[in-house]
C-alpha cells in the first residue's frame, strides 16, 4: 500500500512539472510570436519599401527569436525552444507581410495580437503533433 501512495505522489509532482512546462512554453511562444510580429511591423513603418522591409524585417525576427530561445534554453531546453519558436517567428511576421502585400495596414495591436495567435496556434499543432506521435509509437512497438 504504501509503495501505491508513493507512486501516486510522484505521478502528481511529474504532472505538475508538466503543467508547469507547458505554461512555459505557452508564454515563451506567445512572447516569441509577439515580439518578432512587431519586429515586422516596425520594418514596415520605416517605409523603406516592401522588399527591403520583407528581409530586414525576417532578419531581425530571427534574431530576436535566436536570442530569446538562447536565453530559455537552460530552462526550457534547446531543441525544445528553438525548433517550435523558429516555425513562430518565421510565420507570424510573414502575416504581417502578407496583409501590406493586399494593402492593409495592420496597427501595433493587430500585429501584437497576430503574434499571440500564432504562438498559441504552434503549441497547439505542437501538442496534437506530439500525442499522434505518442499514439503510432505505441502502436507500431506495443511491447515498449
Same mark, same amino acid.
Given at each position: 500500500m *504504501?509503495? #501505491?501512495a508513493s507512486h501516486t505522489v510522484e505521478r502528481n509532482r511529474a %504532472? =505538475? !512539472? +508538466? =503543467? #508547469?512546462?507547458?505554461?512555459g512554453d505557452a508564454c515563451f511562444l506567445v512572447v516569441v510570436g509577439v #515580439?518578432? !510580429?512587431? !519586429?515586422?511591423? #516596425?520594418?514596415? *513603418?520605416?517605409?523603406?519599401?516592401f522588399l527591403l522591409a520583407f528581409t530586414g524585417g525576417m532578419a531581425l525576427a530571427m534574431i530576436v527569436q535566436t536570442l530569446l530561445a538562447l536565453l530559455v534554453a537552460p530552462l526550457l531546453g534547446s531543441i525544445e525552444s528553438m525548433v517550435p519558436s523558429m516555425l513562430v517567428a518565421m510565420v507570424s511576421p510573414m502575416s504581417v507581410c502578407a496583409l501590406h502585400a493586399i /494593402?492593409? *495596414?495592420? /496597427? !501595433?495591436?493587430? +500585429? %501584437?495580437?497576430? %503574434?499571440a495567435a500564432f504562438g498559441v496556434g504552434t503549441l497547439s499543432f505542437v501538442m496534437i503533433? +506530439? =500525442?499522434a506521435s505518442r499514439r503510432w509509437t505505441a502502436i507500431a512497438f506495443p511491447g515498449g
Amino acid at each position: 500500500m *504504501e509503495r #501505491l501512495a508513493s507512486h501516486t505522489v510522484e505521478r502528481n509532482r511529474a %504532472g =505538475r !512539472t +508538466a =503543467r #508547469l512546462f507547458l505554461l512555459g512554453d505557452a508564454c515563451f511562444l506567445v512572447v516569441v510570436g509577439v #515580439l518578432s !510580429t512587431l !519586429t515586422m511591423q #516596425l520594418a514596415h *513603418e520605416w517605409q523603406w519599401g516592401f522588399l527591403l522591409a520583407f528581409t530586414g524585417g525576417m532578419a531581425l525576427a530571427m534574431i530576436v527569436q535566436t536570442l530569446l530561445a538562447l536565453l530559455v534554453a537552460p530552462l526550457l531546453g534547446s531543441i525544445e525552444s528553438m525548433v517550435p519558436s523558429m516555425l513562430v517567428a518565421m510565420v507570424s511576421p510573414m502575416s504581417v507581410c502578407a496583409l501590406h502585400a493586399i /494593402g492593409c *495596414e495592420p /496597427g !501595433t495591436w493587430v +500585429a %501584437g495580437a497576430l %503574434g499571440a495567435a500564432f504562438g498559441v496556434g504552434t503549441l497547439s499543432f505542437v501538442m496534437i503533433y +506530439a =500525442r499522434a506521435s505518442r499514439r503510432w509509437t505505441a502502436i507500431a512497438f506495443p511491447g515498449g
